[in-house]
């Protein structure tokens, strides 16, 4: 008996452990594609709460182009308030459009594009677009490397095992929101990344 | 992609590890017998290279950092090289690195810190005037995946690999040719014990040149490669080109760069590039890295 049970045993402690190796693998890939996920949540969060400032900012100079205001603040408001990522998605696409023209009649305005506060929310803001589409990226990256995972042999059984899905990809819907809002400093360039 | 890199590198790291080992050992053993007591000869190296590895591993950002007069930045005095660190850390999830900069008006920038827990990314005034908003952050990608593919971890292991062996070699050399006369001769072990003496001899002079070789070799490989993964974090290869092309152009030599940290610069901080990859550069040629970022 001793060869053999001995043989017997050492493959099934192997493949154990191989397939907990397998398991704990896609735990960590499904773990980052979720914290991936929040992060987005987090630049957007950061990203609202920047505007109130820079609205007051621009106020303080341009106090009678209120309905700019009422429109960015309106449309963050939705923002904030969306309840499904697509609802979200397209609150995003208004806000986008309403900060585009608040930074337009900000150029007719000397004093304010001089005030280093407005500059340094300028910038706070490009770089926290820059981000978002960074933690986007960043996302689809996660989530292409679970799919690619899962679907493969044999971590394919495993996955189908342990209930393990393919995630889906975030898609911007509207061919506007694809681009960071254009705040430029140098009128030839373009802030923030082209993104995925 | 990216992640093959990263186990390629943790191999090559590996590797790198046991040579360095395989030739302290033998030049510790050639010492030994010079002096004619081989466990001493061997003990020396052997704690002289794990010292030396320990010293490096944990302070050789703050080495590094030092010998090139940098400084920590802060967020106020330029934004957007935070907001840029910050947005392709998250692209490249992992932590945010450290920024440090050099008060020296040629642009350039390099990486260091033994993991992504650690990175620091360090760049010059000169790079942070010059470069618009695109290429420093096509730049700070190139560093960036200096970090992640842990290319800045194997440079701290190669280095320390080249000096423990220059230092060992040259105590050899000078133990043959100026010293210990008497000693010489207490060789036991007859023939064969011998031309295992001359072999080792032969590796003591030629290791500090090979292991400077292989640096420069790696360094080289490393460049490419950051260029590939920092065009896939900021998915927009021009942005590195049309930024390597404005420091190529640039004639003026970094003063705080000196030959033992040149390697670790995006680009050849002494100047003097030459058109042809030859095997004692550091880098590649500049126009060579261009046209593969441009083909991508």
Redesign the interface.
């Given at each position: 008996m001793g060869w053999l049970a001995l043989t017997l045993i050492v493959v099934i402690v192997v493949v154990v452990l191989i397939l907990v190796g397998m398991y704990n693998g896609l735990v960590n890939l499904r773990n980052?594609v979720d914290n991936?996920w929040h992060?987005i949540d987090v630049?957007l969060r950061r990203r609202y709460d920047l505007i109130p400032n820079l609205v007051e900012t621009v106020k303080g100079y341009a106090a009678h182009e209120r309905t700019t205001f009422e429109r960015v603040t309106e449309a963050r408001a939705r923002c904030v308030s969306a309840g499904s990522v697509r609802e979200q998605g397209q609150a995003e696409n208004v806000l986008t459009g309403a900060l585009r023209q608040l930074f337009a009649v900000a150029e007719s305005y000397p004093e304010l594009k001089a005030n280093q506060n407005f500059l340094?929310l300028q910038?706070?803001l490009?770089?926290?677009e820059?981000?978002v589409?960074?933690?986007r990226?960043?996302y689809n990256?996660?989530v292409m490397?679970l799919n690619a995972t899962i679907q493969r042999f044999p971590n394919n059984l495993v996955a189908r095992q342990f209930g393990f899905r393919p995630r889906e990809y975030f898609e911007i819907e509207e061919a506007e929101a694809r681009g960071p809002v254009r705040v430029s400093?140098?009128p030839t360039?373009?802030?923030g990344?082209?993104?995925? | 992609m990216v992640y093959e890199q990263i186990a390629a590198n943790r191999r090559t790291s590996f590797l790198v590890c046991l040579i360095f080992a395989a030739v302290v050992i033998v030049l510790g053993w050639v010492l030994g017998e010079l002096w004619g007591v081989p466990w001493v000869g061997l003990a020396i190296a052997v704690g002289v290279s794990l010292g030396s590895v320990y010293t490096a591993y944990y302070n050789s950002d703050q080495i590094v950092l030092r010998m090139s007069q940098a400084r920590p930045l802060l967020k106020s005095e330029h934004p957007h090289l935070f907001n840029s660190v910050e947005g392709l850390a998250i692209a490249a999830g992992m932590p945010t690195p450290r920024c440090y900069v050099i008060g020296d008006s040629a642009p350039n920038a390099f990486a260091t810190g033994r993991d992504p827990a650690h990175g620091v990314i360090c760049v010059t005034t000169g790079l942070l005037d010059k470069m618009n908003r695109l290429e420093l952050e096509g730049v700070v990608a190139h560093e960036m995946s200096h970090i992640k593919n842990l290319d800045t971890r194997l440079q701290v292991l190669v280095a320390v690999l080249v000096g423990t062996t220059v230092l060992l070699s040259d105590w050899i050399r000078r133990t043959v040719f100026y010293g210990r006369g008497g000693r010489r001769g207490r060789i036991r072990g007859g023939q064969a014990a011998a031309v295992l003496l001359l072999i080792g001899l032969l590796l003591a002079l030629l290791a500090p040149l090979i292991a400077q070789l292989l640096r420069l070799a790696i360094s080289r490989s490393r460049e490419y490669l950051a260029d590939a993964s920092g065009a896939l974090l900021t998915r927009y290869p021009e942005g590195l080109a049309s930024a390597l092309e404005k420091l190529a152009a640039d004639t003026e030599p970094l003063e705080a760069a000196n030959r033992a940290t040149a390697h670790l610069y995006i680009v050849n901080p002494l100047k003097g590039e030459t058109r042809w990859e030859t095997l004692f550069d550091t880098h590649p040629p500049i126009t060579e890295r261009v046209r593969r970022l441009r083909t991508m």
């Open positions: 980052r991936a992060q630049q340094m910038e706070e490009a770089g926290t820059g981000k589409a960074y933690a990226q960043f990256d996660s490397t400093f140098a360039e373009t802030p990344q082209p993104r995925t | -």
